[in-house]
Nanobody, 123 residues
Framework: EVQLVESGGGWVHAGGSLRLSCATS????????IGWFRQAPGKEREALAC????????YYKTNVKGRFTISADYAKATAYLQMNSLQPEDTGVYYC????????????????WGQGTQVTVSS
């Protein structure tokens, strides 16, 4: 069974940084696509960044490119999202998701999801 557990969320002032972790189990990590997604209050869930684990190619959505970095520790089967220069509009529940792929970096394409971790950015 594919399992993903996010951690690392919390509260931060605008301009601050957080690093989210996504611990995975139940699948061959190297063979999957993994992504980070966000659902802001009152909004639909959106894709932020995805990583093709097999060849370490990363994709970023425009609104986070240059501020967020997706990465992975293959030995730990864990993915990360380093978030810098956080702004109040980055507030939301952050999810990681995995899929055997190949899939576009879009919410509807990913099959397995974690429970999410809350990030709150104050002004």
């Amino acid at each position: 069974e594919v399992q993903l557990v996010e951690s690392g969320g919390g509260w931060v002032h605008a301009g601050g940084s957080l690093r989210l972790s996504c611990a995975t189990s139940g699948f061959r990590f190297d063979d999957y696509f993994i992504g980070w997604f966000r659902q802001a209050p009152g909004k639909e869930r959106e894709a932020l960044a995805c990583l093709v684990l097999d060849d370490e190619i990363a994709y970023y959505k425009t609104n986070v490119k240059g501020r967020f970095t997706i990465s992975a520790d293959y030995a730990k089967a864990t993915a990360y999202l380093q978030m810098n220069s956080l702004q109040p509009e980055d507030t939301g529940v952050y999810y990681c998701a995995a899929d055997p792929g190949p899939v576009p970096c879009e919410v509807a394409e990913f099959r397995s999801w974690g429970q999410g971790t809350q990030v709150t950015v104050s002004s």
